[in-house]
């Protein structure tokens, strides 16, 4: 019956008709980015990029496109990684690639090609035949656009989160990497995270038993800088939140989805959604307004509400909750909570704790057990993942680890299928919320390989030779 009713959904969403619930009927008008996902149920997967090896690089050659925010951090970080050729430097504005430009000057061995001042310069660094990655941290708008073109092009992909905005775009991500075997990796840091890998290698040992329920958020009070003028190019930021659910997931679904072997081994089957009104954002817009005539634009914009939570049931019976809070004024949180048959874990409300039953276990005990369990990429690395930074020390990690598995030809961790799994909650919590948070599918983008997929390996026992400059 329920299966019957999200497929009626689905028809009439396909076909603009109104539907009857609960004695109240409406009219939903859906939005065009979730349709592609009602056409793709049978996808037969043309080549299979989890476990993929490509061939070894001893030189990574990195195009970078997007010098704002986190881009001219990526670019210092790589500097530093053994193996690294920095060619091209990409974004918009000439001054921001003249400011990364003077700092890696100070970095013997580099001299990248600019590429600025046009919209589609960046056109240019793809196409040339001497670059191996190309590195995206621009809007979200560009992700899927840019990945895709450098993917035609002959290049590896690593593109900021959301690697993609539309279910379409998601499944773009995925036939072009699959026919241009071209990794596509979403840049979620968040898998790199001190705790996130240590409850991930306890999960791979059977610590906590089978894995129940998970849950995942990206809570941050970020109503001031989104109304920045400065810090986000055309106030792009603002503008994402015209849309109406979780719009930014990956950073608490990311790890979670590791640890139940999301697309390796169990899939995500349908998810709800359900947001509040917006108690704050429009009321700021107002204020700006009053004193700045240039918000007058943002007056009367229908902005999300504060708190989106999207829950998700997979195919093994697993469920997982998702939260998206961006302007309500509270701490920090990703919550990370991991529950599993013999043990739980929890992140946020710091510290991170390890509970064996219902007793969460004394700070001496955890000390023991992060020893016992700690996995071999932050034993081999972590002190320095710290020192050079990045979020404590995730963003290197993450950027290290990326660079060895290229150096190595191995697979990746993060591959194109979790980028388009992660950040089609976007789309897929839209559709929800702007229909009374009924269900709705969420597509298989591995076209059926999540059985046979294996797990992500964090014990580096391949890999692990590139060193720190």
Same mark, same amino acid.
């Given at each position: 019956?329920?299966?019957?009713?999200?497929?009626?959904?689905?028809?009439?969403?396909?076909?603009?008709?109104?539907?009857?619930?609960?004695?109240?009927?409406?009219?939903?008008?859906?939005?065009?980015?979730?349709?592609?996902?009602?056409?793709?149920?049978?996808?037969?997967?043309?080549?299979?990029?989890?476990?993929?090896?490509?061939?070894?690089?001893?030189?990574?050659?990195?195009?970078?496109?997007?010098?704002?925010?986190?881009?001219?951090?990526?670019?210092?970080?790589?500097?530093?990684?053994?193996?690294?050729?920095?060619?091209?430097?990409?974004?918009?504005?000439?001054?921001?690639?003249?400011?990364?430009?003077?700092?890696?000057?100070?970095?013997?061995?580099?001299?990248?090609?600019?590429?600025?001042?046009?919209?589609?310069?960046?056109?240019?660094?793809?196409?040339?035949?001497?670059?191996?990655?190309?590195?995206?941290?621009?809007?979200?708008?560009?992700?899927?656009?840019?990945?895709?073109?450098?993917?035609?092009?002959?290049? @590896?992909?690593?593109? =900021?989160?959301?690697?993609? /905005? +539309?279910?379409?775009?998601?499944?773009?991500?995925? &036939?072009?990497?699959? !026919?241009?075997?071209?990794?596509?990796?979403?840049?979620?840091?968040?898998?790199?995270?001190?705790?996130?890998?240590?409850?991930?290698?306890?999960?791979?040992?059977?610590?906590?038993?089978?894995?129940?329920?998970?849950?995942?958020?990206?809570? @941050?009070?970020?109503? =001031?800088?989104?109304?920045? /003028? +400065?810090?986000?190019?055309?106030?792009?930021?603002? &503008?994402?939140?015209? !849309?109406?659910?979780?719009?930014?997931?990956?950073?608490?679904?990311?790890?979670?989805?590791?640890?139940?072997?999301?697309?390796?081994?169990?899939?995500?089957?349908?998810?709800?959604?359900?947001?509040?009104?917006?108690?704050?954002?429009?009321?700021?817009?107002?204020?700006?307004?009053?004193?700045?005539?240039?918000?007058?634009?943002?007056?009367?914009?229908?902005?999300?509400?504060?708190?989106?939570?999207?829950?998700?049931?997979?195919?093994?019976?697993?469920?997982?909750?998702?939260?998206?809070?961006?302007?309500?004024?509270?701490?920090?949180?990703?919550?990370?909570?991991?529950?599993?048959?013999?043990?739980?874990?929890?992140?946020?409300?710091?510290?991170?704790?390890?509970?064996?039953?219902?007793?969460?276990?004394?700070?001496?005990?955890?000390?023991?057990?992060?020893?016992?369990?700690?996995?071999?990429?932050?034993?081999?690395?972590?002190?320095?993942?710290?020192?050079?930074?990045?979020?404590?020390?995730?963003?290197?990690?993450?950027?290290?680890?990326?660079?060895?598995?290229?150096?190595?030809?191995?697979?990746?961790?993060?591959?194109?299928?979790?980028?388009?799994?992660?950040?089609?909650?976007?789309?897929?919590?839209?559709?929800?919320?702007?229909?009374?948070?009924?269900?709705?599918?969420?597509?298989?983008?591995?076209?059926?390989?999540?059985?046979?997929?294996?797990?992500?390996?964090?014990?580096?026992?391949?890999?692990?030779?590139?060193?720190?400059?």
């Amino acid at each position: 019956m329920q299966a019957n009713r999200r497929n009626f959904l689905k028809l009439a969403s396909l076909l603009g008709l109104g539907f009857t619930g609960n004695g109240i009927t409406k009219t939903y008008a859906s939005p065009a980015a979730t349709l592609t996902a009602f056409g793709e149920d049978s996808y037969s997967q043309t080549f299979n990029m989890c476990g993929y090896a490509a061939p070894k690089l001893e030189t990574v050659r990195i195009g970078f496109i997007g010098l704002g925010n986190r881009g001219p951090a990526a670019v210092k970080r790589m500097a530093h990684i053994e193996g690294v050729d920095i060619k091209g430097l990409c974004d918009l504005r000439p001054e921001k690639v003249d400011a990364v430009r003077q700092q890696l000057s100070k970095v013997p061995g580099f001299k990248p090609d600019i590429y600025t001042g046009k919209p589609e310069a960046w056109k240019k660094m793809c196409e040339r035949p001497d670059i191996d990655l190309i590195y995206i941290a621009t809007p979200w708008a560009l992700h899927t656009p840019m990945a895709v073109y450098a993917m035609e092009h002959g290049k @590896h992909v690593c593109v =900021e989160v959301p690697a993609a /905005k +539309t279910i379409d775009e998601c499944w773009q991500l995925v &036939k072009t990497s699959e !026919r241009t075997r071209r990794h596509c990796m979403i840049l979620e840091n968040c898998c790199y995270d001190f705790f996130e890998l240590l409850t991930l290698n306890m999960a791979r040992q059977g610590f906590f038993g089978e894995i129940i329920h998970g849950e995942g958020a990206y809570i @941050h009070d970020l109503l =001031e800088g989104n109304f920045s /003028k +400065t810090k986000y190019w055309d106030m792009w930021r603002l &503008k994402e939140n015209f !849309r109406h659910g979780n719009l930014y997931p990956t950073h608490g679904l990311g790890p979670v989805s590791q640890i139940m072997n999301l697309n390796r081994g169990d899939k995500m089957e349908y998810l709800t959604s359900m947001s509040g009104n917006d108690f704050l954002m429009s009321a700021k817009a107002k204020e700006y307004a009053a004193g700045d005539p240039f918000f007058q634009p943002f007056v009367d914009k229908s902005f999300r509400g504060n708190m989106n939570t999207t829950t998700v049931r997979t195919h093994k019976g697993r469920t997982l909750m998702i939260q998206h809070d961006v302007s309500s004024p509270r701490p920090y949180s990703r919550i990370h909570t991991i529950v599993g048959t013999k043990a739980s874990a929890q992140k946020y409300p710091e510290p991170e704790r390890v509970a064996i039953g219902d007793d969460w276990m004394t700070p001496e005990a955890y000390n023991a057990l992060k020893e016992k369990y700690e996995p071999a990429i932050t034993r081999q690395i972590g002190a320095m993942a710290r020192k050079f930074g990045g979020h404590g020390g995730m963003d290197f990690l993450m950027d290290w680890r990326t660079i060895d598995c290229l150096r190595n030809g191995l697979p990746l961790d993060i591959d194109v299928y979790d980028a388009a799994l992660w950040s089609a909650i976007g789309p897929l919590s839209e559709w929800s919320v702007a229909h009374r948070s009924n269900s709705i599918d969420v597509p298989d983008f591995t076209g059926g390989a999540w059985k046979t997929n294996q797990p992500v390996d964090v014990t580096l026992s391949k890999g692990g030779t590139t060193n720190i400059i």
